[in-house]
């Protein structure tokens, strides 16, 4: 089993964010979130938990430039002979507030692994809200965002909660607090869905 942790968008490379946009509104004093930043500090988190569990993983974008999407299916689909899941992490945007787990459209063996990322999410944050589409029976929303489609493999996005939410950026995306308690719910998350492929 085969966990390949891919960080979205852009790092910081001499103080320099490299992705436009993706970031938090400055906040009164003066912080302010990069997406990109985030999603590392979640991946790298994750990283670190999986090899102290022996769960072999592969870093998707390990480098601070911003890797392009096809660059990120290419390096995932080389694994596409081994049972492997795909996990993309990001920090939401657009007025909003709770977590949304994404995979690809229709009835899928992604659905699995979303399943285990919304329930696991739920037992984290049980005060904030899971944005969940209920229409086809389970909680993922079905979208074709790139990296769902291309992958060979089962495939979710994570959306942690909204970084132009202030109370949510402030005290879950930028407080190393938050940061851990996303990073359990994802290590849950995983450790559940390898448990049910074994």
């Known amino acids: 089993m085969l966990i390949l942790l891919d960080a979205g968008h852009g790092g910081v490379i001499d103080g320099v964010y490299q992705t436009s946009g993706k970031r938090s509104p400055r906040w009164e004093d003066g912080s302010q979130l990069f997406e990109g930043e985030f999603n590392r500090w979640i ?29 990120r299916v290419t ?12 996990v993309s992490v990001h920090a939401n945007a657009g007025g909003g507030s709770g977590f949304e787990v994404y995979s690809s459209m229709g009835t899928t063996k992604s659905d699995a692994a979303a399943h285990c990322f919304a329930e696991e999410f739920v037992r984290e944050f049980p005060d904030k809200p899971l944005r969940a589409d209920l229409r086809d029976g389970d909680f993922d929303k079905d979208r074709n965002f790139f990296v769902l489609k291309h992958t060979a493999m089962p495939a979710v996005l994570t959306e942690n909660f909204f970084m132009d939410n202030e109370e949510e950026c402030r005290q879950l995306l930028m407080t190393p607090e938050g940061r851990r308690r996303i990073v359990d719910f994802h290590e849950r998350a995983i450790v559940r869905w390898v448990a049910g492929q074994a």
């Open 75 to 86: 390096r995932a689909n080389r694994f596409r002979d081994k049972p492997s899941l795909y």
């Open 43 to 71: 991946v790298n988190g994750l990283s670190e938990r999986l090899g102290q569990r022996r769960i072999p993983y592969v870093l998707i974008a390990p480098e601070q430039r911003d890797v392009t999407l096809g660059t």
